[in-house]
T-cell receptor, first 115, second 115 residues
Framework: ETGVTQSPTHLIKTRGQQVTLRCSSQ?????VSWYQQALGQGPQFIFQ???????GRGNFPPRFSGLQFPNYSSELNVNALELDDSALYLC??????????????FGQGTRLTVV | AQSVTQLDSQVPVFEEAPVELRCNYS??????LFWYVQYPNQGLQLLLK??????LVESINGFEAEFNKSQTSFHLRKPSVHISDTAEYFCAVSDRYNQGGKLIFGQGTELSVKP
């Protein structure tokens, strides 16, 4: 059983640029959630995808968008990058719609630095 | 809306000493409660969770947490810590009635175990 994998592990972008982060969910999981973890902070929920549809969103602006593909992998896209977007981005996969009592399995994250 | 407060940002302890990491939450609805652990340069791993039933829950590596509804707390304890327990610990809640499974995290407690 493969775990949750994220790519790339690190990247550096310039303010104003766009970035795409990728996540492969754990085998058998149909739900992917994305979190932003700023340095020294706890993760904050960005949004969740279930069966290719957005299924809940946190308090993030529209320039944060996502996709889920038929194989349940997912992308997080961020447009017009700002310095405050620098953070560890975590992907979590779960099964059956990611209900509140369903265990979420996290990837190792993508460290994004905006300069 | 829910919020989580972890009362200690850093907890230094000596090996084999007991430890308690404190977590309080605020919510207008019933919640599920979780503790996650994050080792350096890794993603989050579920340590234990409270869904229902016995208010005392245990993990396989000796941690336990007790749900106290009247005090809205879910403190994490271990009677004797090891060097390998050094990590960041996050308390989290999710709304029982939100099928999206959005997790609300505290800011984390850095546990540092010294020999």
């Amino acid at each position: 059983e493969t775990g949750v994998t994220q790519s790339p592990t690190h990247l550096i972008k310039t303010r104003g640029q766009q970035v795409t982060l990728r996540c492969s969910s754990q085998s058998g999981h149909n739900t992917v959630s994305w979190y932003q973890q700023a340095l020294g902070q706890g993760p904050q929920f960005i949004f969740q995808y279930y069966r290719e549809e957005e299924n809940g969103r946190g308090n993030f602006p529209p320039r944060f968008s996502g996709l889920q593909f038929p194989n349940y992998s997912s992308e997080l896209n961020v447009n017009a990058l700002e310095l405050d977007d620098s953070a560890l981005y975590l992907c979590a996969s779960s099964s059956t719609g990611g209900g509140p009592n369903t265990e979420a399995f996290f990837g190792q994250g993508t460290r994004l630095t905006v300069v | 809306a829910q919020s989580v407060t972890q009362l200690d940002s850093q907890v230094p302890v000596f090996e084999e000493a007991p430890v308690e990491l404190r977590c309080n939450y605020s919510s207008s609805v019933s919640v599920y409660l979780f503790w996650y652990v994050q080792y350096p340069n890794q993603g989050l791993q579920l340590l234990l969770k409270y869904l229902s039933g016995s208010t005392l829950v245990e993990s396989i590596n000796g941690f336990e947490a007790e749900f106290n509804k009247s005090q809205t707390s879910f403190h994490l304890r271990k009677p004797s810590v090891h060097i390998s327990d050094t990590a960041e610990y996050f308390c989290a809640v999710s709304d029982r009635y939100n099928q999206g499974g959005k997790l609300i995290f505290g800011q984390g407690t850095e546990l540092s175990v010294k020999p």
